[in-house]
């Protein structure tokens, strides 16, 4: 008490000056409308700058949970796209053309670990055997394909993708007129550029055309985007094309990817696994 006495009677003329500075100003804001509306407008404007600033840090804390999210609605609207289902009737019908299957099922995953600057380069996702994950299944982002599943674990699994040596994904050129089928190679140079190999060069190509997936394999949908042609020039001594794509997905931030599963995959490879062996 001894010292609280000792602080007011040591500060008695700042605390007079402070109090008389607060009723003064609460005066003038009080009794005169300018001021008042000013000093209300400036309340508001901080009031709304620290809940942008709250909305900001929420909606950063969010952002894994809105990317899983927007996932799922992905998957929800490609599982209806009737070029990623299978056709069981052709027939003319006054009230639906066709009547599709769905062929394609998709699980969400996220890369956790990723090499682009190797001769072979893997991608670790965080799903494995026991969301259902399988080696041979189909990976791609929502910008083009990613790779093949490789190996897998119980939690996790690890893609062999497109820029490695021996990836050998079908795919076709989409021209004016037909699709020429080719494989999808990587010389292990730049990360952005692929290869097609074994177009014969009887057909002009030309550059900028699409490069989509075949679906032929059964791994992936036909129609997924790979890229575009962005260089061709005929391979000397061979009846073919050196093709350089450009590949529509970055693999160098990719984050986000999708596992397919072809629920027909098993029917195709028991059907084709019945193909008599060519007599030597």
């Not at 008042?36 to 900001?56: C, G, M, P, S, Y």
């Not at 209806?80 to 009737?89: A, G, N």
Request: charged share 25%; proline share 3%.
């Amino acid at each position: 008490m001894r010292n609280l006495i000792a602080f007011l009677q040591r500060f008695r003329i700042f605390l007079v000056f402070a109090i008389l500075q607060i009723l003064a100003l609460s005066w003038y804001v009080t009794y005169l409308s300018f001021p008042r509306n000013q000093f209300l407008t400036t309340n508001n404007n901080i009031a709304i700058k620290v809940l942008e600033w709250e909305h900001d840090l929420t909606k950063h804390f969010n952002l894994s949970k809105n990317n899983t999210d927007l996932q799922w609605e992905n998957i929800y609207w490609r599982k209806r796209q009737p070029q990623f289902m299978y056709q069981l009737s052709r027939g003319k019908v006054k009230i639906n053309d066709t009547i599709y299957e769905q062929q394609y099922a998709y699980i969400p995953a996220e890369v956790i670990n990723s090499s682009v600057n190797r001769r072979n380069n893997y991608f670790t996702l965080n799903v494995g055997s026991a969301q259902g994950i399988k080696r041979g299944m189909g990976v791609f982002c929502q910008q083009g394909v990613v790779g093949i599943i490789h190996y897998v674990s119980q939690h996790y699994s690890l893609v062999k993708t497109v820029l490695t040596k021996d990836i050998n994904i079908d795919v076709s050129i989409h021209m004016k007129k037909t699709d020429l089928p080719g494989l999808l190679k990587w010389d292990g140079r730049d990360p952005r550029y692929g290869m097609i190999t074994g177009i014969n060069n009887d057909l002009r190509i030309k550059k900028w055309s699409k490069v989509e997936t075949r679906g032929g394999s059964g791994i992936f949908p036909k129609g997924l985007p790979v890229g575009k042609v962005s260089f061709t020039e005929p391979i000397e001594g061979q009846a073919l094309w050196k093709v350089e794509i450009r590949f529509s997905a970055d693999y160098r931030r990719l984050q986000r990817v999708y596992i397919i599963k072809n629920l027909h995959l098993a029917e195709q490879t028991a059907l084709e696994d019945r193909i008599p062996e060519d007599d030597e």
